[in-house]
Antibody, heavy 113, light 106 residues
């Protein structure tokens, strides 16, 4: 069955780079698109960006200058890297597969010194 | 970017009530809209896809409608387990979420 699971550091220092991994199973990354969505504590959801089956990427214009999404199809993993983190990047980060029906459980990332 | 405006932001209703949640897009999104339910500490759960298609396993009391810029999620008879926050999500272009409607029991 389709599964996604996010992993990464729970704490990142301000100005540093966040690196997250989404490990998927039950589908192929070459035929499907995986996206990242985040949710600050107590707030709404924000689409960050995604990587398509052909390897092309789309990014939220507000994050584009700081964000990079890539993948390793052999390991069924999608990666998120975002630099210059600030406290307002504190959030739960989710990965989801198009048509946005299956989601990981999310990983909480706190930006703090 | 397409803005999604949900209303109301907070809705109080009684068990058995018919409940309507609204979502308005800043431009035509061609029915490319999903509805999600999110409970505290959980990932969003897809209820309705492409405006009016019920996701597998979702109770039939949930339904969606709309076109152009205006969309609606209806719960025909509110149940206690429906207490949650509901988000609309457009994927027509530059995907965006609405800010959510928090549904509580009166």
């Amino acid at each position: 069955q389709v599964q996604l699971k996010e992993s990464g550091p729970g704490l990142v220092q301000p100005s540093q780079t966040l690196s997250l991994t989404c490990t998927v199973s039950g589908f192929s990354l070459t035929s499907n698109s995986v996206h990242w969505v985040r949710q600050p504590p107590g707030k709404g959801l924000e689409w960050m960006g995604g990587i398509w089956g052909d390897g092309s990427t789309d990014y939220n214009s507000a994050l584009k200058s700081r964000l990079s999404i890539s993948r390793d199809t052999s390991k069924s993993q999608v990666f998120l890297k975002m630099n210059s983190l600030q406290t307002d990047d504190t959030a739960i980060y989710f990965c989801t597969v198009v048509p946005f029906d299956y989601w990981g459980q999310g990983v909480m990332v706190t930006v703090s010194s | 970017d397409i803005q999604m405006t949900q209303s109301p932001s907070l809705l109080s209703a009684s068990v058995g009530d018919r409940v309507t949640l609204n979502c308005k897009a800043s431009q035509n999104i061609n029915k490319n809209l999903n509805w999600y339910q999110q409970k505290l500490g959980e990932a969003p759960k897809l209820l309705i896809y492409y405006t009016n298609n019920l996701q597998t396993g979702i109770p039939s009391r949930f339904s969606g409608s709309g076109s152009g810029t205006d969309y609606t999620l209806t719960i025909s008879s509110l149940q206690p387990e429906d207490v949650a926050t509901y988000f609309c999500f457009q994927y027509n272009s530059g995907p965006t979420f609405g800010a959510g409607t928090k549904l509580e029991l009166k």
